[in-house]
């Protein structure tokens, strides 16, 4: 029996994607100019494509911004609750955190709960001045009172639909898609 | 000699306060209708005058909820540093946090820095279903990307001033004034 295929939307095309990540540099830039200890870290592994997406147009517009990456996932430690608690992977933090200003990119703000471990695993390295966080896409439906600086674009999503972030070679786009749908396959490579 | 004094301007007066901290309360009534484990946890000592006068009117709309407290204070451990640490002091949580809806209550919302411990030192009492925050005056000047879903009044304060919530009996009102000035005295016993 044929079923119709799990419907798809486009929810940022590349030219989006880009025109979008160069506004947040452009902002970034102008809250952050002369500060001397800046730099990205991309929330594994969906932030990574954003991350090095936005440093791009930051080197044109600022010079060189050191990255490094979070490796966040979720575990479920009891069977009895559904609330799963955030276990932190390998790390590669760029310098020294003590009185810097740290932009934790991710591709999708949820729940916010990634980005409230993302923050306790940027403050175990020491003390950073501030914290903000960029986004590509705000979905909605947060958990805890966390808030995105940087944002590319708000939406509400429903609760049953998935955003995903396609990445082909250097270009980013966004859809939307029900739970359960099959994955992107990842680029080929 | 003599000196102007300070200015002390008043930012909301107590009716104002009276008329935000009623719409919050039907806010978070709308919001979390039905939901059975649903308490408020204010934060030592500015947020309890806040919370207490919210709970008036919860219980007007919708029945008695919990309130708890947390006791959060900050500590300098290295000279070096002007970035203060988080202390947990001692803390009340009226029921278990498990699965449970938490609205932490604070006065003012500066930082973020106490509110990122209020978060932890929630969760460390177990895994809530959501936490949010409510504030009487979301100042600006944020550190860390944390936000209030229910806020009084927004309004971006210069560094040098300083907020001040002032409790007579069962009135708040809110003045600004610039740091140093003498401290409201606290109410008579």
Known sequence: MLTNPAPMNLLLDSEAVNRGLR???GEIVERHRGTRN????AVRRGGIPVATRLL?????LEGPVPMGTLDIT????DAATALPNPRLGPSDIPGSVEGSHVIIVDDVLYTGRTIRAAIDAVMDYGRPQRI???VLVDRGGRELPIQADYVVRHVDIPQDQRVDVVSRGNELSVVTQPFGSPSIPP???
Chains 1, 2 share one sequence.
């Open 23 to 25: 506004r947040v540099a």
């Open 38 to 41: 800046l730099f990205l870290v």
């Open 56 to 60: 791009d147009w930051l080197n044109e």
């Open 74 to 77: 979720f575990y479920r430690d």
């Open 132 to 134: 903000e966080l960029a």
């Open 187 to 189: 680029e080929a490579p």
